[in-house]
């Protein structure tokens, strides 16, 4: 079955940088745009950043400019460089599976466990 593992998460200062990892595993016979996505304590989970096999990519405008959505078809590791970070970045992110946008058998709709990222003033 589809397994997605986020890693990268920490504290970091205002300003700092982190790079978020999601390793996805059991997807050698299905195909899948892929996703990030964060939720802070008592809010919605909100976007984040999305990208296509085609490479084409879109951000929320809260991070346009200091994110960047990345993949390595060859590790089945997608990327989320975050830089700039501001403490309303602070939040639980997670990568999630999404329908292939040029068609394929979809691996389905998987989350991964999330990955802690904080920023401090």
């Known amino acids: 079955q589809v397994q997605l593992v986020e890693s990268g998460g920490g504290s970091v200062q205002a300003g700092g940088s982190l790079r978020l990892s999601c390793a996805a595993s059991?997807?050698?016979?299905?195909?899948?745009?892929m996703s990030w996505y964060r939720q802070a304590p008592g809010k919605e989970r909100e976007f984040v950043s999305a990208?296509?096999?085609?490479?084409?990519?879109r951000y929320a405008d809260s991070v346009k400019g200091r994110f960047t959505i990345s993949q390595d078809n060859a590790k089945n590791t997608v990327y989320l460089q975050m830089n700039s970070l501001k403490p309303e970045d602070t939040a639980m992110y997670y990568c999630?599976?999404?329908?292939?946008?040029?068609?394929?058998?979809?691996?389905?709709?998987?989350w991964g466990q999330g990955t802690q990222v904080t920023v401090s003033s």
């Open positions: 059991g997807t050698t016979y299905c195909r899948s745009d």
């Open positions: 999630k599976t999404d329908p292939p946008s040029y068609g394929g058998n979809w691996c389905g709709d998987n």
């Open positions: 990208i296509v096999s085609d490479g084409s990519t």
